[in-house]
């Protein structure tokens, strides 16, 4: 169901504006009122309550303009919508549960707490206690009995972390660097009212992170009525390098090179990422898919603090598209055949 359309607000109204639309609709609509109209007001009355009370409760109405009615229902986690979040999805089943209050309790307590409260038509006055329902007639025992315990009386729940994606280029994670993120995240103020509030957060990438490494700031991510705030993840993401490919703990490099220094040898040069320059010497004779293995200039290992990896040289030899006369009998020569 789309609540704003049946309440006929829009999407950034106040809760001031859902109550006079509530009041107004429900008064047309209420069954008391409607009495021709039978099962159609029933239901329209019951669908205007269920509307309001979401949207009017800043936690509810967080769930649903993320995830929708079906958020409601406990399908996806509390707390997982986030402005923080990018690519993160729901990860399973929530705890969280919205269950329907009964559309005449709920209208007699709106009434009572909102006078006046009487009908504009016949301005007879509104009496909640005399309609009769087999929901009204049950006992107020058992009533209780079904309705859920409050956020204090219940053990508050922290719901899973926000994670967001952190682009690093290899440089950065090769050498180590700081990165200042500025973050947004909804915070739950003691009015009922949602906030978004930003912070800017500084994290320190370590030599030798990988894909797939998180960091993680406790308490940074949401904060809404009757949970725990979320933590805030950052996920490690490598940016393409246009020299250099990590497999594991070696760094990869394809290296194009010449017929003629292939068979007669040569001195490449590579920059490093660390911004080195990395003579290598080239004295066997290369041919295509051949590779040059040097320890010690792959990648940090964390775990093995002043070890690295191997740098791994792949080497791909190109060929001249023409030779003359002189040069294809040079090469007869030279070759020995």
């Not at 239901?43 to 936690?59: H, R, W």
């Not at 990018?86 to 909102?114: K, L």
């Not at 200042?180 to 800017?200: F, H, M, Q, S, W």
């Amino acid at each position: 169901m789309d609540y704003y359309n049946i309440l006929k607000v829009n999407r950034n109204a106040t809760l001031e504006d859902l109550k006079k639309s509530y009041r107004r609709l429900a008064r047309t609509w209420h069954p008391d009122k409607n009495p021709t109209a039978g099962a159609e007001a029933e239901a329209k009355f019951k669908q205007i309550t269920e509307a309001y009370e979401v949207l009017s409760d800043p936690e509810k109405r967080a769930v649903y303009d993320q995830f929708g009615e079906e958020g409601l229902k406990g399908m996806p986690p509390p707390g997982s919508y986030s402005r923080t979040s990018t690519a993160a999805g729901p990860s399973g089943p929530s705890n969280f549960r919205y269950n329907p209050s009964d559309p005449d309790d709920f209208f007699n307590e709106f009434m009572a707490s909102n006078k006046p409260y009487t009908f504009d038509q016949d301005r007879r006055r509104f009496q909640p206690t005399h309609r009769t329902s087999a929901r009204n007639n049950r006992s107020e025992a058992s009533s209780s009995s079904q309705k859920e315990p409050s956020t204090s009386a219940r053990q508050l729940e922290k719901p899973p972390p926000v994670e967001k994606t952190l682009m690093c280029s290899l440089e950065e994670l090769y050498n180590g660097t700081k990165k200042k993120l500025k973050i947004t995240r909804n915070v739950a103020k003691p009015d009922g009212k949602l906030e978004v509030e930003t912070e800017v957060l500084q994290v320190e990438v370590l030599p030798g992170w990988k894909r797939g490494t998180k960091v993680t700031f406790d308490n940074k991510g949401d904060t809404l009525h009757g949970y725990l705030p979320q933590d805030l993840t950052f996920v490690i993401d490598v940016k393409p390098h246009d020299t250099y490919t990590l497999e594991g703990n070696n760094l990869l490099v394809s290296q194009e090179i010449a017929l003629v220094d292939a068979l007669a040898g040569t001195t490449i040069n590579l920059k490093t990422l660390d911004g080195r320059s990395l003579p290598v010497s080239v004295d066997e004779v290369v041919r295509p898919g051949h590779e040059i293995v040097i320890e010690n200039e792959g990648w940090p290992i964390r775990k093995e603090p002043g070890k690295k990896g191997s740098l791994r040289i792949r080497f791909d030899v190109t060929f001249p598209t023409r030779l003359s006369s002189s040069q294809r009998a040079a090469i007869r020569r030279i070759m020995g055949s």
